[in-house]
């Protein structure tokens, strides 16, 4: 139990470094992840998903209840 508490805290360290990292690159369009998400949808002929914004970090998630795709601010 204690080493997969050592692996998951790892692992977390890890995707929150990458996420800080990564999130500072812009985009070559200069899009935002809500513009992008909505291009996505669109361009896949998906016109019933809203795309939103909730708040935290590393709270992207799709909702099928709402059909919404919820993104963090960041």
């Known amino acids: 139990m204690i080493g ?10 890890r995707l929150k470094s ?9 985009t070559v369009s200069g ?5 992008i998400a909505e291009r ?3 361009d896949n002929g998906i016109n019933d998903v809203k795309v939103i914004s909730v708040p935290g970090k590393l ?11 919820n993104l963090s601010p960041e």
Not at 18 to 26: A, G, R
Not at 59 to 69: A, F, G, L, W
């Open 40 to 42: 996505m949808l669109s």
């Open 18 to 26: 990458k996420v800080k990292k990564y999130s500072q690159v812009p």
């Open 31 to 35: 899009m935002s992840g809500k513009e």
């Open 59 to 69: 709270t992207d998630h799709y909702n099928p209840m709402d059909r919404t795709v």
């Open 4 to 13: 997969f508490m050592i692996v998951g805290g790892i692992v977390s360290s």
